[in-house]
Nanobody, 117 residues
Framework: VQLVESGGGLVQPGGSVRLSCAAS????????MSWYRQAPGKERELVAG????????NYADSVKGRFTISRDNAKNTVYLQMNSLKPEDTAVYYC???????????WGQGTQVTVSS
C-alpha cells in the first residue's frame, strides 16, 4: 500500500497550489479520503474529506471557501486545491485513506507547504 503526496513547495501569500496524492496497493474507489496538516509544534488537524464516490466534501472552518478537495477514481488520486493561501497554512500536508468496516487507515508520508513572502 502506498500513498504518495506531491505538489508542495514555497508559495507566496495569496497564491495557490494543488496537492496530489497518488494511491496504489488497495482498492482506492472503496475508501474515503482526507487531507490533514501538521504545523510545527501543533497537533495534526483535519483539513478536508471526501467520500469514496467523490461526494460530501467537508472542510475545516479555517479553509472553507479557499480549499477544494476532489478525487479521480480512474487515476487513483485525490487532490487538494489550495487558494488564497495564508502564512498560517504552512504545514506538512498528509493524505489518508480510510474505511470503517473493517476500520483501516493508510497514511502518506506528507508534503511540505510553506506560505511566505
Amino acid at each position: 500500500v502506498q500513498l504518495v503526496e506531491s505538489g508542495g513547495g514555497l508559495v507566496q501569500p495569496g497564491g495557490s497550489v494543488r496537492l496530489s496524492c497518488a494511491a496504489s496497493g488497495f482498492t482506492f474507489s472503496t475508501y474515503a479520503m482526507s487531507w490533514y496538516r501538521q504545523a510545527p509544534g501543533k497537533e495534526r488537524e483535519l483539513v478536508a474529506g471526501i467520500n469514496s464516490a467523490g461526494g460530501s466534501p467537508n472542510y475545516a472552518d479555517s479553509v472553507k471557501g479557499r480549499f477544494t478537495i476532489s478525487r479521480d477514481n480512474a487515476k487513483n488520486t485525490v487532490y487538494l486545491q489550495m487558494n488564497s493561501l495564508k502564512p498560517e497554512d504552512t504545514a506538512v500536508y498528509y493524505c489518508k485513506a480510510y474505511r470503517f468496516a473493517p476500520r483501516i487507515d493508510y497514511w502518506g508520508q506528507g508534503t511540505q507547504v510553506t506560505v511566505s513572502s
